[in-house]
T-cell receptor
Framework: GESVGLHLPTLSVQEGDNSIINCAYS??????FIWYKQESGKGPQFIID?????DKRQGQRVTVLLNKTVKHLSLQIAATQPGDSAVYFC??????????????FGKGTKLSVKP | DTAVSQTPKYLVTQMGNDKSIKCEQN?????MYWYKQDSKKFLKIMFS???????INETVPNRFSPKSPDKAHLNLHINSLELGDSAVYFC???????????FGPGTRLTVL
């Protein structure tokens, strides 16, 4: 299950199950959203992105859903594998197409996959 | 070849010292960034820079300054280091306009 507290929110899933990681964003003007995966000791790695004119986008084993009404973003990972264990960040950009692309990162969720 | 590289990977130094972290990208991007990640994994933008514009997050102390010798490099200079500067610093790059940002491996700075 998912726990939220003083520490990083953690989601524990069994290998092979589907994972859903949620994110609430703050700026209703944000028009571009990205999910990043950060493994221990490494930099954030791009997973998938979505623009505000879409509500769903699929990649390989991953799906991002965007609900602009409630400012909510989710990342679904199908058939979760041990290699998916990492911290996942959502990021929003309210200046897409403008002069600078400042990303505002969410808090992050730690995904632990049990073999 | 590594797309975005940073040196050093680890930096341990005393309070009050001045240090630099180097960043290089070979993606041909025109915009580079510096982020700070604290102990709770929170990632916060410090600077974004292209050949026309430097945007500074207003919360960043002026002890921190980015220096760009050319389009492929954006180094971070930190003067008079403080204990609270201890964090992991990430460099990133992208095309101008908020396209996907590619991150370096990070530099873990420890101030004693």
């Amino acid at each position: 299950g998912e726990s939220v507290g003083l520490h990083l929110p953690t989601l524990s899933v069994q290998e092979g199950d589907n994972s859903i990681i949620n994110c609430a964003y703050s700026n209703s003007a944000s028009d571009y959203f990205i999910w990043y995966k950060q493994e221990s000791g490494k930099g954030p790695q791009f997973i998938i992105d979505i623009r505000s004119n879409m509500d769903k986008r699929q990649g390989q084993r991953v799906t991002v859903l965007l609900n602009k009404t409630v400012k909510h973003l989710s990342l679904q990972i199908a058939a979760t594998q041990p290699g998916d264990s990492a911290v996942y960040f959502c990021a929003e950009n309210a200046n897409y197409g403008g002069s600078q692309g400042n990303l505002i990162f969410g808090k992050g969720t730690k995904l632990s996959v049990k073999p | 070849d590594t797309a975005v590289s940073q040196t050093p990977k680890y930096l341990v130094t005393q309070m009050g010292n001045d240090k630099s972290i180097k960043c290089e990208q070979n993606l041909g991007h025109d915009t580079m960034y510096w982020y700070k990640q604290d102990s709770k994994k929170f990632l916060k933008i410090m600077f974004s820079y292209n050949n026309k514009e430097l945007i500074i997050n207003e919360t960043v102390p002026n002890r921190f300054s980015p220096k760009s010798p050319d389009k492929a490099h954006l180094n971070l200079h930190i003067n008079s280091l403080e204990l609270g500067d201890s964090a992991v610093y990430f460099c990133a790059s992208s095309w101008q306009g908020g396209d996907t940002q590619y991150f370096g491996p990070g530099t873990r700075l420890t101030v004693l």
